[in-house]
Structures are given as structure tokens and as C-alpha cells.
């Protein structure tokens, strides 16, 4: 069956930084567009960054650009995201999700908290 497993999440200082991966199994990744949100406690989940399906082309919220890389390794199916100079207000759940046409998929979620 489809999943998406995020992991990487956790606990680090403002100004650190952490490597989200999400582990996609049960269909074709590579035709994927995949991305980042997030969603902070009594917040909408938000798009953080995103990729296209060969990895060309990315995209990112404007509060993480120039902090945040998204990347992808399709031998690995595999997405990835490289978080700099976190800041208190990077603190969410941070979400994997796969879209092609009409399919979207979501992992379960990982927690990201960056203490002041």
C-alpha cells in the first residue's frame, strides 16, 4: 500500500539545524511532485517547499528561503529537506506529500520543535 514516512524531526536550538527525509513506498515516486508543510499548533497547515517530479524546479515559502533546501533522490525514493538557521517559529509538525494528477498522498507527520 501507499506510504510516505517522515523522519529526521526533534528537538535543536534556534540556529541550528536538522535533515528531514520521507520514505515513499507503494507507488511510481518519480512521477510524483512532492513537498513540505507544516502546521503549527492552532495554525492551517502551510506549504513549505516543494519539488517537481525530476527534481528540476523547487519552490519555497517565503519565510524559510535561503534556510531551507528541498531535494529529491528517485534511485531512493526518497524527499528530502535541509533546515538551517532555525528559528522558534519553524516549531510544527512537518508533512510529506506526494501529488500526481489527481492523487495526493500524506505521511503521518513529524515533529519539529526549536527551542529560543
Known amino acids: 500500500q501507499v506510504q510516505l514516512v517522515e523522519s529526521g524531526g526533534g528537538l535543536v536550538r534556534s540556529g541550528g539545524s536538522l535533515r528531514l527525509s520521507c520514505a515513499a513506498s507503494?507507488?511510481?515516486?518519480?512521477?510524483?511532485?512532492m513537498s513540505w508543510y507544516r502546521q503549527a499548533p492552532g495554525t492551517e497547515r502551510e506549504l513549505v517547499a516543494g519539488?517537481?517530479?525530476?527534481?528540476?524546479?523547487?519552490n519555497y515559502a517565503d519565510s524559510v528561503k535561503g534556510r531551507f533546501t528541498i531535494s529529491r533522490d528517485n534511485a531512493k525514493n526518497t524527499v528530502y529537506l535541509q533546515m538551517n538557521s532555525l528559528k522558534p517559529e519553524d516549531t510544527a509538525i512537518y508533512y510529506c506529500?506526494?501529488?500526481?494528477?489527481?492523487?495526493?498522498?500524506w505521511g503521518q507527520g513529524t515533529q519539529v520543535t526549536v527551542s529560543s
Open positions: 506529500n506526494g501529488k500526481y494528477t489527481w492523487r495526493s498522498y
Open positions: 507503494g507507488f511510481t515516486f518519480s512521477n510524483y511532485g
Open positions: 519539488i517537481t517530479s525530476n527534481g528540476a524546479m523547487t
